[in-house]
Nanobody, 117 residues
Framework: QVQLVESGGGLVQAGGSLRLSCAAS????????MGWYRQAPGKQRDLVAR???????NYADSVKGRFTISRDNAKNTVTLQMNSLKPEDTAIYYC???????????WGQGTQVTVSS
């Protein structure tokens, strides 16, 4: 089992920055990729950014050039630096991890990000 706890988030004006962090605990040795998803009201949960155990990253087109994902394998943390935020970035952001074996999915509880115009 893997537990994920997010921190960060909050309210920011358009053009501002926020930093989200996620700490993993439990069977962290089993984690392959980690990432962030977001879900706006009435919409599906979509991938924002992902980083695998080798440090390879991929981003949603809508955040490329504005968001940066990073990972500290020694501390079992993943961070999402969000710059040049837009109102359309408003959503609940969820930390996600997937394991090597069985490809089991784990989710954090979510953290609200609100960008005002």
């Amino acid at each position: 089992q893997v537990q994920l706890v997010e921190s960060g988030g909050g309210l920011v004006q358009a053009g501002g920055s926020l930093r989200l962090s996620c700490a993993a605990s439990g069977s962290t040795f089993s984690i392959d990729a980690m990432g962030w998803y977001r879900q706006a009201p009435g919409k599906q949960r979509d991938l924002v950014a992902r980083i695998d155990s080798g440090g390879r990253t991929n981003y949603a087109d809508s955040v490329k050039g504005r968001f940066t994902i990073s990972r500290d394998n020694a501390k079992n943390t993943v961070t999402l630096q969000m710059n040049s935020l837009k109102p359309e970035d408003t959503a609940i952001y969820y930390c996600h991890a997937v394991t090597y074996i069985y490809r089991s999915d784990y989710w954090g509880q979510g953290t609200q990000v609100t960008v005002s115009s």
